[in-house]
């Protein structure tokens, strides 16, 4: 007995409708909108780029926005700098978010929280060789004890409010590509490299090299895509290609509420797998002409 050649061209367009029906049935979360109008939307990190950038967002949406920073100055003029482009009048707190009782006395007075983006962050470039351990230090207790005692304070009330007004809540941690944060809800971000100044004079040089194959982004753009998957709940927020690649790449066991996306995620993992060697092979040329620049200039 043998099998036409017809039954196979058939098979083509059959099984990936099947995965995607299977996909349909099994993802979760189900997709859901988070509404950004007249609810309260709290920032950390408010008064300068990404943060200064969305907080200008939401507003311009009609959303109530609080912003927390540490430079009550900054604060200021990121409020009035946000008055001057909507019209809205944002409400400002100052504190470190490495000191629990500080951030959780902010919250309590900002009073209950619909959206909250983490979006502090501090990154000090160096050699981990040549770094003092009180800077390693510093990250982590911004970047990582920050974030805990955002939600952690944030949290309860944010529930009660869920629960009152039938509306979804949403917390939000920016990272980059190079690091992944885990939450509590519903969102991880990938939105490419905002450089400061800053940071790119103490910055390693072979660091600049690969970091500058990425290429960078504006704060405006990020805040728009980061804002558009907040809105639409997204658990993972590419905001430019390599972005996408990391997140289909890395996605494994992240909860997936769109089941078009679930079936990109299963049929572009291999083919993703590819791309990032090939962005690997391009490091790790550009590390190996570094190094033989190096060893040049030493002899």
């Not at 969102?187 to 004079?201: M, P, R, T």
């Not at 290429?215 to 972005?243: H, Q, T, W």
Request: some cysteine; overall charge positive.
């Amino acid at each position: 007995m043998t099998t036409s050649p017809s039954y196979f061209l058939l098979l083509i367009p059959i099984l990936p409708l099947c995965l995607l029906f299977l996909l349909f049935l099994i993802v979760r979360p189900r997709p859901s909108r988070i509404p950004i109008k007249d609810r309260h939307v709290f920032i950390t990190g408010g008064s300068s780029g990404i943060g200064l950038a969305l907080a200008r967002q939401v507003a311009a949406e009609g959303a109530r926005v609080s912003i927390l920073a540490r430079s009550r100055k900054r604060l200021e003029e990121a409020r009035e700098a946000i008055r001057l482009a909507t019209g809205v009048e944002v409400t400002i707190f100052s504190a470190d978010v490495r000191d629990a009782e500080e951030v959780a006395r902010a919250i309590e007075e900002a009073g209950p929280i619909d959206v909250l983006v983490c979006n502090q962050g501090v990154f000090v470039p160096q050699e981990l060789e040549k770094q003092e351990l009180e800077e390693v230090k510093f990250m982590v207790d911004v970047n990582l004890m920050g974030t805990f005692h955002l939600i952690k304070a944030a949290l309860p009330a944010m529930k009660r409010r869920t629960r009152e007004t039938g509306l979804p809540a949403s917390i939000t941690l920016m990272s980059s590509q190079a690091g992944q944060d885990y939450h509590v809800h519903l969102i991880n971000l990938f939105c490419g490299f905002v450089f400061l100044s800053a940071e790119q004079k103490r910055r390693p040089e072979l660091t600049k090299i690969i970091a500058g194959s990425s290429g960078g982004m504006k704060a405006d753009d990020v805040a728009k895509v980061s804002l558009n998957g907040i809105k639409y709940g997204r658990f993972i927020i590419p905001c430019n290609f390599e972005g996408t690649m990391i997140a289909i790449a890395t996605a494994g066991l992240s909860p997936q509420s769109s089941f078009m996306t679930a079936f990109i995620e299963v049929v572009g993992a291999s083919f993703m797998r590819l791309v990032g060697l090939f962005f690997q092979w391009n490091w790790f040329s550009s590390i190996e002409k570094w190094q033989a620049k190096s060893s040049h200039k030493l002899k």
